[in-house]
C-alpha cells in the first residue's frame, strides 16, 4: 500500500535528517517504525504526510508510493483527501474547541456530511471516555484523553492509511497499554492500515505485524515484530531488558548490518 | 436624564467599536499579527458606499451590499499581495507591512475624495424617538439593531459552519489544522474578507451618524484599547469591551469635557486600559492558552 524508497530529506536545506529510508506497508497490517530521539521517525511520517514543507523541510531523493501513485509533492489536504491521515506528535488537538468539535474537525475533508454524525457514535465506542467530556473544552482533558480524541480525530477522516507518531507519549503506562489495545482493536475491525512511530518498542511492537528500526536516517533493521521482540540485540537496545549493556553495547553496533 | 443619554449614546458608539474590532481579533487569532490598517478599513467602506450611491443613484440597501462586496475584494487583495507573501515571515514584519498598508490605503482615500466631509444623505427616518424623555435618533437605533444582529450571525457562523469551525481551528493550531486537511490560505483569505467587510460596515454605521471624513480611520486607534481591554484573542472580549470603551468615552466626554475644556474623551478609554492591564495582563477575557501537558 505505501512502499518508501531511499527517501532522503533535509530541514533548512542543510541538516541531513533522512538518508535513504526504504519500508514498506502492506494493506491492513501496523507497522511499527522504531529507534531513539533523532533517528528521523517523526521526520518520515511527516514526508509522508506531506507536512515537512510546514516546517521548512524538503524532500531531497527517493519517492513515496501510496497505492501505485507517487506522492512526493502533494500538499498535505490532498494527501488527506487520498487517505493519509496524520495524528502528530504531541496530540496537537484543539484546546479551545469541544471534544465535538475536534471530531468534526478530523471529519473536515469528507464530502458524506449524514453519516458524520454516526461516525462520531462509534468513535465514541471504541473511546467511551470521550462521549462522558463531548462538550468539554479539548484542552482540560487529560493527556491519555486527549491521546484518545487525537486518534479518534484521526479516524473521523476515514483515512486508508493512519500514521501515528508517539502515542505513548507523556501518557501513564496502564492508559497506554489501553490506548495500544484499542489501536489493534481499530485495525481488526476496520481493516485500517497503521504505520506507528514509537520509542516504546516494546509495546509497538506487541500490536505490530512487521517492524522497522531506524538509527540516524537510515534502517538498520527490520522484520516481522514477532521475530523482532525475541532478537536480543533490540531487546538490549531499544526494549531495556538487556542484562549487561555497557559491555555489549559497542561490539555489537558495530556488528549490525545496515539495509 | 443627562446620564442616561450619555449612556445610550456609549452603547451604540460601543457596539460599533465591538464589530470593528471583531476584524482586529480575527486577524489576530489566525495569523498572530495586529492589522494596524484596519482603521483604514474602516475608512474605505462609507467613501465606497456614498460613491455608489450618489454617482448611481441606488438605494441605500444595494450601495451597502456593494460596498460589502468591494471590501471583500479588498481584504482578498490585501492577503494575497501583502500577507500571503510574508507567511514564513516573523510576527513584527507582518505588522509592519499592515502599517505600510495604512499609510497607502489612507493616502489613497486623499488622493480620491481629498479631506472635506461629506455627508450621507438621509438614510434612516430623521425624527428622533423621545422614549420616556430620552432622545434616541433612529441613526442611533438602527446603528445598535445591525449590530447586534451581525454579531447573531456570526456567532451562529463560527460555532456551526464548516468554515467556521476551521476558522477556530487555525487560531488553534495553524500545524494541526493543515494535517486535518484544512487550507490555512483559504482560512487566512475569508479571514481577512471577512475583517474587511465588519470594518467597513462599522464605518458605514460611524458616517452615517458622524459624516464621513478621513479623520474617521482613527478609530483604528481607538479600537486598540477596546481589543487590548477585552482581551487580544477573545471575540467576547472584543464586543464586551467594544461597549465598556464606548460607555467610558461616551461619560467622560459629557461629564469632564466640559470641566477642562474638552479632550478627555479620547484619553480617558487608553487611561482605563493602563489600570485595567495592571490587574489583568492579559484583558478582561483574554487567555494566556489552555496550558496542561
Redesign the interface.
Known amino acids: 500500500m505505501l512502499r518508501v524508497s531511499n527517501l532522503e530529506a533535509v530541514y533548512q536545506k542543510m541538516i541531513l535528517a533522512l538518508r535513504g529510508i526504504s519500508l514498506n506497508v502492506k494493506e491492513g497490517q501496523i507497522v511499527a517504525l522504531l529507534g531513539s530521539n533523532g533517528a528521523g521517525k517523526s521526520t518520515t511520517l511527516k514526508a509522508i504526510s506531506g507536512l515537512l514543507a510546514a516546517e521548512d523541510g524538503h524532500i531531497t531523493d527517493g519517492t513515496i508510493e501510496f497505492q501505485g501513485e507517487i506522492i512526493n509533492n502533494i500538499s498535505p489536504d490532498q494527501l488527506v483527501k487520498k487517505g493519509i491521515f496524520l495524528c502528530m506528535e504531541g496530540r496537537r488537538i484543539f484546546k479551545d474547541l469541544t471534544v465535538e468539535e475536534n471530531l468534526y474537525a478530523g471529519a473536515y475533508t469528507r464530502k458524506d456530511r449524514s453519516s458524520i454524525k454516526s461516525d462520531i457514535e462509534k468513535i465514541y465506542e471504541y473511546f467511551p471516555k470521550l462521549k462522558m467530556l463531548e462538550h468539554r473544552k479539548a484542552g482540560y482533558l487529560s493527556g491519555g484523553e486527549q491521546q484518545m480524541l487525537a486518534i479518534g480525530r484521526g479516524l473521523m477522516a476515514k483515512p486508508k492509511l493512519l500514521l501515528l507518531d508517539e502515542p505513548s507519549l507523556g501518557i501513564a503506562p496502564l492508559l497506554v497499554k489501553e490506548i495500544f489495545e484499542n489501536i489493534k482493536k481499530i485495525n481488526e475491525e476496520e481493516g485500517l492500515t497503521i504505520l506507528v512511530v514509537e520509542q516504546n518498542a516494546n509495546i509497538a511492537l506487541s500490536i505490530a505485524h512487521y517492524g522497522y528500526i531506524i538509527e540516524n536516517g537510515r534502517v538498520v533493521m527490520k522484520g516481522e515484530a514477532s521475530a523482532l521482540l525475541e532478537d536480543k540485540n533490540i531487546s538490549e537496545h531499544y526494549l531495556g531488558t538487556g542484562k549487561d549493556i555497557k559491555e555489549g553495547r559497542s561490539n555489537r553496533r558495530r556488528q549490525r548490518i545496515v539495509w | 436624564m443627562f446620564f442616561l443619554q450619555m449612556l445610550i449614546n456609549g452603547i451604540v458608539v460601543g457596539s460599533i467599536y465591538g464589530l470593528v474590532a471583531l476584524g482586529f481579533v480575527l486577524i489576530y487569532r489566525a495569523s498572530g499579527a495586529l492589522n494596524l490598517a484596519n482603521g483604514e478599513f474602516v475608512l474605505f467602506g462609507p467613501y465606497v458606499c456614498l460613491v455608489i450611491m450618489t454617482a448611481l443613484n441606488v438605494p441605500f440597501l444595494v450601495a451597502f451590499i456593494g460596498t460589502l462586496l468591494f471590501s471583500a475584494f479588498l481584504g482578498l487583495v490585501v492577503e494575497r499581495l501583502v500577507i500571503r507573501q510574508l507567511q514564513?515571515a516573523p510576527t513584527i514584519s507582518v505588522i509592519m507591512a499592515t502599517l505600510g498598508l495604512s499609510s497607502l490605503l489612507a493616502g489613497a482615500v486623499h488622493i480620491i475624495w481629498g479631506h472635506t466631509t461629506r455627508t450621507f444623505p438621509p438614510v434612516f427616518p430623521q425624527t428622533p424617538l423621545n422614549i420616556g424623555g430620552i432622545i434616541i435618533t433612529p441613526v442611533y437605533l438602527w446603528s445598535f439593531i445591525i449590530v447586534m444582529i451581525l454579531l447573531v450571525i456570526f456567532s451562529i457562523f463560527f460555532k456551526y459552519s464548516?468554515i467556521g469551525?476551521?476558522m477556530?481551528?487555525v487560531?488553534?493550531?495553524r500545524?494541526?489544522?493543515?494535517?486535518?486537511?484544512?487550507?490555512v490560505k483559504f482560512v487566512l483569505a475569508m479571514t481577512w474578507m471577512i475583517a474587511s467587510m465588519v470594518a467597513a460596515i462599522g464605518g458605514i454605521l460611524l458616517g452615517n451618524i458622524n459624516g464621513v471624513s478621513p479623520t474617521m480611520s482613527a478609530i483604528g486607534l481607538t479600537v486598540l484599547p477596546v481589543v487590548i481591554l477585552g482581551g487580544l484573542d477573545s471575540v467576547m472580549g472584543a464586543i464586551i469591551g467594544g461597549f465598556l470603551i464606548g460607555i467610558i468615552q461616551n461619560l467622560a466626554g459629557g461629564y469632564l469635557d466640559p470641566l477642562v475644556g474638552g479632550g478627555l474623551k479620547d484619553v480617558v478609554p487608553f487611561i482605563v486600559v493602563l489600570l485595567i492591564l495592571m490587574l489583568k495582563p492579559h484583558g478582561l477575557f483574554g487567555?494566556r492558552?489552555?496550558e496542561?501537558?
Open positions: 514564513n464548516k469551525l476551521a477556530r481551528a487560531a488553534d493550531d500545524q494541526a489544522a493543515l494535517s486535518m486537511g484544512m487550507s487567555s492558552g489552555i496542561r501537558v
